[in-house]
């Protein structure tokens, strides 16, 4: 949204602008991309990127060639798939001449005095960030360690990449939400509340909240802000949740309460 204040990009723009190999980007715009109505998925969801790690755009390259598919059933349906946000990052790249890596940096950590945000493999040269050992279940059912590869975690670049505490991360969506980052006509656009809600630009948009979900490598992140950014529910974890969808309900349950409950 940014980039669309500076005039260097429009919701409207077709990807094949940018991305002329995928299938059907003549058909697909950036903001299809940003609502997940692109009917674009990965055939492979868990591993996006070059198998070892060469370049941002290499990786999205690769994907193109390997391992992005179209489907015309989820064609202006919203379907989640990390590729959209890979594809969209890329963007980023090709129209401002800067990394991704650096585009949040300057915008989000560097602006808003982030100490507690870090790339996950950058987590080994910024020493004071510790961060939380993953588990997942083995065949026998109990919780183990879980390895992370860097250069997978690198193929999913914007879906996946940061690790946050839950302070940096309420500093930096309540930024978002509260015009720091984007503008307030921005914000309206993306962020308008609906109901039902509506998913765009990393929220579902409630009539009272903000919603975010993510899982992934053995973390699961429940995020829930309301609409003045005052009130904010933030549950992670490191091991599996039992029942994501179960969980997910009850925190849009407590943050609906929250928010009614007296000050």
């Known amino acids: 949204m940014k980039q669309v204040e500076q005039k260097k990009l429009k919701l409207n723009d077709k990807l094949s602008k940018f991305y002329p190999q995928v299938p059907h980007a003549n058909q697909i715009t950036i903001g299809q991309l940003l609502?997940?109505?692109?009917?674009?998925q990965g055939k492979d969801e868990s591993s996006y990127g070059t198998p070892v790690f060469k370049n941002n755009q290499a990786g999205i390259k690769y994907d193109i060639k390997h391992n992005i598919v179209f489907d015309k059933k989820q064609y202006n349906q919203r379907f989640y798939s990390s590729?959209?946000?890979?594809?969209?990052?890329?963007?980023l790249e090709k129209v401002t001449h800067k990394?991704?890596?650096?585009l949040v940096k300057e915008t989000y950590i560097k602006k808003l005095g982030l100490s507690e945000t870090e790339f996950y493999w950058d987590i080994p040269k910024n020493k004071h960030i510790k961060v939380a050992v993953p588990y997942t279940k083995n065949s026998q059912g109990y919780l183990?360690?879980?390895?992370?590869?860097?250069?997978?975690?690198?193929?999913d670049l914007g879906a996946g990449s940061l690790v946050m505490s839950n302070s940096d991360l309420?500093?930096?969506?309540?930024?978002i939400l509260n015009g720091e980052i984007i503008k307030p006509s921005s914000i309206q656009t993306v962020y308008a509340p609906a109901d039902p809600a509506k998913y765009n630009a990393g929220f579902y948009n409630f009539p009272d909240f903000h919603s975010s979900n993510g899982s992934g490598?053995?973390?699961?992140?429940?995020?829930?802000?309301?609409?003045?950014?005052?009130?904010?529910l933030v549950v992670q974890s490191n091991y599996p949740v039992k029942d994501y969808f179960k969980v997910r309900e009850i925190c849009n349950d407590l943050m609906e309460n929250l928010i009614k409950s007296p000050s």
């Open 83 to 91: 590729i959209n946000y890979i594809l969209l990052s890329g963007v």
């Open 217 to 232: 490598d053995g973390y699961t992140t429940y995020y829930r802000i309301s609409n003045d950014t005052r009130d904010v």
């Open 144 to 155: 183990v360690p879980h390895s992370v590869s860097v250069d997978r975690v690198r193929g």
């Open 35 to 40: 609502t997940m109505e692109a009917g674009l």
């Open 170 to 175: 309420y500093r930096a969506t309540s930024a």
């Open 99 to 102: 990394s991704y890596e650096s």
